[in-house]
């Protein structure tokens, strides 16, 4: 079992910045790779990062990539998602998801076992 909780979602303008962090529990933290997905209104949940177990291996969206990075400290149990050069079209709740078993591709939602309980970013214009 994993326990993810989210948090440092807010409001923020367009050009600003954020950083999400999601701590978890349970299950040793450095056995699984992580993810961040993101569902604004009326959309699907929509991949946005991938971390893999040491941190060396990132991946992510398009529409994200050179404004999010993704990092992790195994020492402390969390992942992070620095986000800079908000966009409006950034505005969405946030999820950070565990990957414990493999065989669906990362970028798939159904490939994580754990969820947390997702954190609102909203950027104005």
């Known amino acids: 079992q994993v326990q993810l909780v989210e948090s440092g979602g807010g409001n923020v303008q367009a050009g600003g910045s954020l950083r999400l962090s999601c701590a978890a529990s349970?299950?040793?933290?450095?056995?699984?790779?992580l993810g961040w997905f993101r569902q604004a209104p009326g959309k699907e949940r929509e991949f946005v990062a991938y971390?893999?177990?040491?941190?060396?291996?990132?991946n992510y969206a398009d529409s994200v990539k050179g404004r999010f990075t993704i990092s992790r400290d195994n020492a402390k149990n969390t992942v992070y998602l620095e986000m800079n050069s908000l966009k409006p079209e950034d505005t969405a709740v946030y999820y950070c998801?565990?990957?414990?078993?493999?065989?669906?591709?990362?970028?798939?939602?159904?490939?994580?076992?754990?969820w947390g309980q997702g954190t609102q970013v909203t950027v104005s214009s």
């Open positions: 998801a565990a990957r414990i078993l493999f065989g669906i591709s990362r970028y798939q939602s159904t490939a994580y076992d754990y």
């Open positions: 349970g299950r040793t933290f450095s056995t699984y790779s």
């Open positions: 971390i893999n177990t040491s941190g060396m291996s990132t």
